[in-house]
């Protein structure tokens, strides 16, 4: 499989404040990896492709500027959630797509986001 | 419809029976199919994949695949309490170069002692 890290793991912010979550490939080059949000008892949701070196794929009806991604190293992409509202309260996870052929992908951990 | 269907469940199933869960999918093109596990307040963790029609084993858990009838099932085997999460099958989309995948909502498992 593959080793996925997410930082940080739970964060609080206040209504309006913008919040970076991280999410890192820790035992190879990824150079696809995905964004979902999963609300509580819902399944995953697609948020957007994230692509090293180019623009993130956002999928229908994210906002593009209010989920900010950046993908620029190999082992690295970043979700940042800008003037965060209640509603963008979530479990985000990020996932890493194998190299292999089969194009499984393995999942962080995930970042509970919770905005006050 | 939607593009990945599974039962929601709760499927109950008594400790040490088998766990039937089936996934039914509409894109006659995808080649590769995945089942993860979800606990609850943990992200997927990748179980099981197949690509050839058939049956693929790994432990307790067999997947089986019928491509013609777009259909893919996972058992599992001398069911556990540590065996109750969600279970969650995905599909490539043979739409998107990036490895996207399809996911269905999941199927919740819950195994009783």
């Known amino acids: 499989g593959a080793v996925v890290s997410q930082h940080p793991s739970w964060v609080i912010c206040k ?3 913008s919040v970076k979550i991280e999410c890192r490939s820790l035992d190879f080059q990824a150079t696809t990896m995905f964004w979902y949000r999963q609300f509580p008892k819902q399944s995953l949701m697609l948020m957007a492709t994230s692509n090293e070196g180019s623009k993130a794929t956002y999928e229908q009806g994210v906002e593009k500027d209010k989920f900010l991604i950046n993908h ?4 690295l992409s970043t979700l940042t959630v800008t003037s965060a509202h209640p509603e963008d309260s979530s479990f985000y996870i990020c996932s890493v797509r194998s190299l292999r052929g089969l194009k499984e992908q393995y999942f962080g951990p995930g970042t509970r986001l919770t905005v006050t | ?3 990945v269907e599974q039962n929601s469940g709760p499927l109950s199933v008594p400790e040490g029976a088998i766990a039937s869960l089936n996934c ?3 894109d006659r093109g995808s080649q590769s199919f995945f089942w993860y596990r979800q606990y609850s307040g943990k ?5 099981m994949f197949i690509y050839s029609n058939g049956d693929k084993e790994d432990g307790r858990f067999t997947a089986q695949l019928n491509k013609a009838s777009q259909y893919v099932s996972l058992l599992i085997r001398d069911s556990q309490p540590s065996d109750s999460a969600t279970y969650l099958c995905a599909v490539t989309a043979t ?3 990036w490895g996207k995948l399809q996911f269905g909502a999941g199927t919740q498992v819950v195994v009783t002692p």
């Not at chain 2, 992200?43 to 179980?47: C, G, K, M, N, V």
């Open chain 2, 1 to 3: 419809q939607k593009e």
């Open chain 2, 95 to 97: 739409t998107d170069s």
């Open chain 2, 24 to 26: 039914t999918y509409s």
């Open chain 1, 15 to 17: 209504s309006g404040t």
């Open chain 1, 72 to 75: 620029a190293s190999l082992t």
């Open chain 2, 43 to 47: 992200s997927p963790e990748l179980i």
